[in-house]
């Protein structure tokens, strides 16, 4: 039976907690964006719709590949890819899943709006072989097929039939009856969901694999302000809390919270329109500043990362000049050197560009989405003020921020702040994505035929020395010429209560609830 789209409204409200101690209550900086698989990109949304749904292959919590509604694939020719699906699933309606469900799922995926579209651009097509088979077919042998699948979640096509939800709508929090409620084949099923208050999940009791927690019931809040969810987190209102803020450590930890730390593999930085024949800020002028390279160098040496580190993220980041982190394939040690700062450098670059005076500049930043983005982005403020850049600030929620920025709002941005963790762990991922012409987080629009050369080199070539080596010659390329300014990797940093036995952090700081055991 497939229920209304108030369904999960009215669920939540009448459905009883579960036993206590097998109930598990964590907050996050900010809300999901939605349930729909395909039309945002947000870690913390992305986790969430992870304990939902399903691809052919998935991560385990050590990053490695492992089966999930494939159990077996094999390549038969340098472009043909074949692959058993995995019998008895079902989805959290009770439809049984099949090969037309990979099928109605790839269409939709990569559907104009989708922001996973040009992640599965190198797929030329999938086609059914039996109920539980299927062939996908690259466009040229792909080096990357296997680490690009687990982005593709499985969604049932009789589902998004019935519900007239076969084709992906515009907007990140879209309020359409896919982005509102959820039916994968996941270890987790939705319970309820009041957008901006709480979202409510269960174990699955007919999941095919066998749990590894101890779950009864979830629930997912958001709390935006880092004071609230700190009090959350110490009055015992949520067994875990992210992100913590470096200043609120030695209180937690006295209060007898846990908190762990280790390395995140996104990258934030900034980001200029090097695309626009005129800024969006100089209107009538006729001019881009950021076209000069000798601009964007400016802008580089005139951000302390020293600064940003100690007072802003207060020890939890790690400074980087590299747009991938270390443990992201083609990662490269000589290419991670911090800028340094020399305003008076910067100063000079701005002169030679013809800009002594300087100019106006929006920079538009998030407030909840990566770890003190809006302080961030008033400390960047006033460093350019010191060469005389004025900055107006455009802080805005991610849900409006994305819209404004991305390819949905007319790349509507002039200078911006974004985070980008490789969902394939491979820095082919960012080249394209981030860095290549057309790229879907490529919201300055930059472009160096040179890197777009040397990716489509790489995604072709099947030599993992020489693979590496195009990737780092790519970014390499885009440093020199800085396509944009890395500021850091962030530095995951949970709080999690003694009613919490065990979590395992991955190093893209989300919660993955298959591996969570109360006491």
Not at 58 to 81: C, G, I, N, Q
Not at 426 to 439: E, P, Q, R, W, Y
Not at 458 to 486: C, F, S, Y
Request: charged share 25%; glycine share 8%; hydrophobic share 40%.
């Amino acid at each position: 039976m497939i229920k209304s789209a108030g369904w999960a409204i009215l669920a939540l409200m009448l459905a009883p907690p579960a036993a206590e101690g097998a109930t598990f209550r964590y907050a996050a900086s900010a809300d999901l964006l939605g349930l729909d698989p395909y039309i945002n990109n947000d870690g913390i949304t992305n986790a969430m719709k992870g304990n939902l749904y399903e691809g052919l292959l998935t991560r385990r919590f050590d990053m490695t590949l492992a089966p999930a509604l494939a159990t077996e694939w094999t390549r038969t020719a340098p472009e043909v890819w074949r692959f058993r699906l995995r019998p008895g699933v079902t989805f959290h309606d009770g439809t049984p899943f099949t090969a037309a469900d990979v099928l109605a799922s790839f269409a939709r995926i990569t559907h104009d709006q989708s922001v996973f579209r040009a992640a599965m651009s190198g797929i030329r097509e999938i086609r059914k072989l039996d109920d539980l088979g299927v062939e996908i077919i690259t466009k040229v042998p792909d080096a990357t097929l296997e680490q690009e699948l687990p982005i593709l979640l499985v969604m049932c096509k009789r589902w998004l039939e019935a519900n007239n939800t076969e084709h992906v709508l515009r907007g990140s929090n879209a309020a359409t009856f896919a982005n509102s409620n959820a039916n994968g084949t996941g270890p987790f099923r939705l319970v309820g969901r009041l957008p901006d208050i709480r979202t409510v999940v269960e174990p699955y009791p007919d999941w095919w694999g066998r749990p590894e927690h101890n779950l009864t019931r979830a629930e997912f809040r958001p709390i935006s302000n880092a004071p609230a969810r700190q009090q959350a987190l110490l009055f015992g209102e949520v067994d875990m809390a992210y992100p913590v803020h470096g200043n609120d450590v030695p209180r937690l930890e006295q209060a007898g919270i846990r908190v762990i730390t280790g390395p995140d593999l996104r990258t934030v930085f900034l980001g200029f329109d090097s695309f626009r024949e005129e800024s969006l800020d100089l209107k009538g002028r006729g001019r881009n500043p950021f076209k000069d390279r000798r601009v964007r160098e400016a802008f580089r040496k005139a951000i302390d990362l020293q600064v940003l580190h100690v007072d802003v993220m207060r020890g939890l980041s790690r400074p980087t000049g590299s747009m991938i982190a270390p443990g992201i394939e083609g990662y490269s040690n000589d290419l991670d050197t911090p800028s340094v700062y020399d305003p008076e450098g910067a100063a000079h670059l701005l002169a030679q560009a013809g800009y002594a005076n300087g100019f106006p500049v929006t920079l538009d930043c998030t407030n909840d989405r990566y770890d003190n983005d809006e302080a961030i982005c008033r400390r960047v403020a006033l460093m350019l003020a010191r060469i005389r850049i004025t900055v107006k600030l455009n802080v805005q929620p991610r849900a409006d921020y994305f819209e404004k920025a991305s390819q949905r709002g007319g790349y509507n941005t002039s200078f911006f702040i974004l985070g980008w963790t490789p969902a394939t762990f491979d820095g082919l991922n960012a080249l394209t994505s981030v860095m290549g012409a057309g790229g879907g987080a490529n919201f300055g629009r930059y472009v160096n035929p040179k890197i777009d050369i040397l990716a489509r080199k790489a995604a072709q070539e099947q030599d993992p020395a020489l693979r590496r080596h195009l990737i780092q010659q790519a970014l390499t390329i885009h440093k020199h010429d800085v396509g944009h300014v890395p500021l850091h990797q962030q530095v995951l940093a949970w709080g999690v209560r003694p009613t919490v036995a065990d979590i395992k952090s991955r190093p893209w700081n989300d919660v993955d609830l298959r591996w969570v055991w109360m006491k």
